[in-house]
Structures are given as structure tokens and as C-alpha cells.
DNA sequence: TATTGTTATACTCTATAACTATA
DNA sequence: TATAGTTATAGAGTATAACAATA
């Protein structure tokens, strides 16, 4: 559990300095290899659609993300990054990746096999 | 990163069951063994102090807490977790350390042991 | 009929700024 | 003057229920 909040300390560090919340932070983690329904996007945040319109509104107010109609299906809406939110997650994923990096300094390189290895045995992310 | 998420999940889920707030059920842990001021809840949760006063106002309108004056200091407000405040964080904490349990069922005794160890090597909980 | 996305509504959580009561 | 807590206000995030458009 320590490890646990560590972690989502970091987490919300980073992207409270780009100005974004958490879950604007996972939206942009989505988006940058994938153009999901907004149907999807709800899947893999768990949330409900509902709640996804307001999401992707706010996002798309400052220019992150667009909405693109599905060419297959008329009630579908896709949703990709934009040029700028392609830019600011692949930003804060180094930054991330630099702040875990920092996190695990200390620790030795069995200590890293044994979180991976616990890592693999969770349910899938 | 996926060991942190899993173990908020369980959290967020513990404390769904209960229908509280990843918040409320950090503030019903800090009120275990403690009866703080609202300048040390804020704190404790890194919140500002305004938003300390609707939390506890929510959390004393279900029964769960309890405000009551300093008797040191006119302007302090003490906070503490009433009978039924405590039985539930009490269930709380055998539902939450059961969960986590489960997660760690099949890894090792060493890899628990690294674990624990990168624990200690953070920054003060 | 079933699914997709949106709207309307309501609540929690959070912050900033302004205020009061007390020290 | 400085500190503790509250209020007013604003915005993000979330859910439920009802709805229109499409399949």
C-alpha cells in the first residue's frame, strides 16, 4: 500500500504540472497508440459513458483530444489526440518514467525482478 | 505502476462496498488512533483546509465523526471517529488487508520481502 | 429491440479568496 | 499580527435516468 501511493503521489505530481488530472493524465495515456469509441474509453477507465461526454469535452476544449465520426457506424464517435496531446503525453511519459526510475533508485536489482514478477501475476492492467 | 493501480482498485472497491470516498476511507484510517485538529487532517491528506470542512461536515452528517471544541484552544477543532466511525473503519481495515493478501498470494516470501524493503526506502508515509 | 452517445440532474471532492473569532 | 476554521464560489469528476439516433 505504501508502494501503492508512492506511486499515485508521483503520478498526480506529474500531471497536476502540466495542469491535468488523473484521469485526463490515463485519457492521454490511452490515446497514444489507439483511436477508441468513447464506448471503449469508458471500458478501459471504468467509468460510465455518461460520464466520458463531460471527460472528453473538457479535454477537447483545450485542444488535446478531437471527436471523429466512426466511418462504419453512425452512432459511433472515435476519439484521437490531437498533434498537442500526442506532444504532452509523450512529455509526461518520460517524465514518469523518469520519476519511477528515481522511486527505485535505492532499490537492488532483485528487489525490481520480485515487483515485476508480482506485476506479471495481477490481474490483467 | 500496475502494482500501485491494482491495490488502489482494491481500495476504491473496499470503500465503494461501504459507499465512502477513496477520501473518507483515508480520513476513518487517520481517525483510528487519533483525534486531530482540521489543520492536521488537512495535513495529513495534503488537502487545503476548506476542503476539510465539507469532508468532515459530509462524514459527521452520516455518524461516522464527531467535531468537538479544544479545551486548550478556543479557535482548534478536534475531530474524532464516533462507534459506528470506528466499527467501520475497523471492517475496513480487515476487508482492505485481506484484499491486498489475496494480491500477494502467489508471490514469494522473497519477493514480499523486497517489497517491504522498497517500502521502508521511501519517503516518510 | 438493442446499442451509442448525450443531456439533465445531483453529489463528492477540491481549490482560491474573503471572512470571523481567537491567540 | 498570525492562526484556525468557515463560507462563498467555481470547476472537475462521477453516477443515474431519460432520451434521440442508428443498427
Keep these: 500500500m505504501q508502494v501503492s501511493f508512492a506511486v499515485q503521489v508521483v503520478l498526480t505530481r506529474v500531471a497536476a504540472q502540466q495542469d491535468l488530472s488523473l484521469t485526463q493524465l490515463r485519457l492521454l495515456g490511452i490515446l497514444r497508440d489507439r483511436t477508441p469509441s468513447m464506448a471503449a474509453i469508458a471500458d478501459?477507465?471504468?467509468?460510465?459513458?455518461?460520464?466520458?461526454?463531460?471527460?472528453?469535452?473538457?479535454?477537447?476544449?483545450?485542444?488535446?483530444?478531437?471527436?471523429?465520426?466512426?466511418?462504419?457506424?453512425?452512432?459511433?464517435?472515435?476519439?484521437?489526440?490531437?498533434?498537442?496531446?500526442?506532444e504532452l503525453a509523450s512529455r509526461i511519459g518520460a517524465e514518469v518514467g523518469a520519476s519511477?526510475?528515481?522511486?527505485?533508485?535505492?532499490?537492488?536489482?532483485?528487489?525490481?525482478?520480485?515487483?515485476e514478477k508480482l506485476a506479471a501475476s495481477l490481474p490483467q492492467p
Excluded: Y
Design 100 to 115: 519511477i526510475e528515481q522511486l527505485l533508485a535505492g532499490s537492488s536489482a532483485t528487489a525490481r525482478a520480485s515487483i
Design 44 to 86: 478501459f477507465l471504468e467509468l460510465d459513458r455518461s460520464s466520458i461526454t463531460g471527460l472528453i469535452d473538457r479535454a477537447e476544449r483545450r485542444g488535446l483530444v478531437a471527436r471523429r465520426p466512426s466511418p462504419s457506424d453512425a452512432r459511433v464517435t472515435l476519439v484521437e489526440a490531437t498533434a498537442v496531446g500526442l
